[in-house]
C-alpha cells in the first residue's frame, strides 16, 4: 500500500486532533507515516503537522525495573550521533537525564526510556545491563529495527520481557540476543516476527535457568546459521519447535549441546541438506530418552563429529541415515 492508496481510504478532513491522527499512525506500516506527513496538506493545514512531529508518532517507549539503584548501567547507546533520539527519565520525573546509569545520589528504580525515529539497530543496547530485573516494551510504533544481536546479552538479574507492543518483522539479526540471561526462567517470543532473520547464533545461549521456551510464530525460512542457539539451557525440558523451517541452514554444530534436561526431542521436520556442520549437535544431553531425526540426510562431507558426545547411553534414536546409526553406536566420539 502506498501513500496514495492510503488517502484514498483515510478522509483526513475528518481528522480534529492530533490524538487521533496518532492512533491512525499507530495502525500504518511504518514506511508509509512519512510520506503521508510530507505529502498530505490537509495534515499539514488543519493540524499543523510538521516532519519534527514525525518522532512523536514513532516512539518507542521501554520501561525498565532495576534489581539496585546506585551506579548501574541501565542501557547502552551505541554512538553519540544516536543520543539525541535517547529521551531517559528517571521513576516518573517527566525531566528529561543525559546519561545512562545512575550514581550515589540517583533514587531511581524504575526507569523510562522513550526512543524516537533515528535508531535502526537495537544490537547491545542492554548488553552487560547485569542489575535490570525487568523489561517492558509499552510502545513499540515502528518497523524500522533491523538488528538485534547482544541485545539483553548476560543481562544476569533479568527475570521478565513484556513484548506484547514489540515488532521484529525487519530484523535480519538477531544472534546472542539472550546469551547469559540466567535468571530467566520463562521466555514468550509467540509474537515476533523472524521471517527475515539470517543469523540465530547463540540465540539462547547459557540461559541456564530457563524452564519455558514459546517459538510458536518462529519463521526460519530465511536463517542460514543455528550454531550453538539452545546451548547450554540446562533447565529446558522440553523444545517444541514444529515449525521451524531449516531449508538454509548451513550450521546447526552445537545446536542443543548441554541440554541436560531435555528427555525428547522430534525434529522430523528439519530439512538439512544444505547443512555441512552438524558437530555435537546433541552433546551432553544426557536425559534424552528419544530422538527423532528420522528425515536427517546428511551428506558426505558434512562433519558429525561428536554429535552424540556425552548423550544418553540409552536414547531411542530415529533416523534412516548410516553415518547417523554408526556414529551413535561409538557414542559420537
Sequence with gaps: MDSKEIKCIINWENIKNKNNLKKIFQLLPQKNILKIIKCNKKIKENLNITINDYKKYSEIEIEIILTRNKNVRFINIPNKEEEKYY???FNDNKEEIKRTYTTEEDEAKKIKVIIDYGVQSFSKLFEN????????FL???????INMDRMFYRCESLK????SS?????VTNMERMFVLCISLKKLDLSSFNTEKVQNMERMFYGCSSLEELILSSFNTSNTTNMTSMFSECKALKNINIPNFNTDKVTKMNYMFFGCSALKELYLSNFFTNNVNDFRFMFAECKSLKFLDISNFFVNDSADISDIFYESSDDMELLTQNERLIEAKIKGGK
Design 87 to 89: 529521551h531517559i527519565f
Design 129 to 136: 545491563c547485569k542489575y535490570i530485573q525487568s523489561i517492558n
Design 160 to 163: 521478565d520481557i513484556k513484548f
Design 166 to 170: 514489540f515488532k521484529t518483522e525487519n
Design 139 to 145: 510502545n513499540f510504533n515502528r518497523t524500522n529495527i
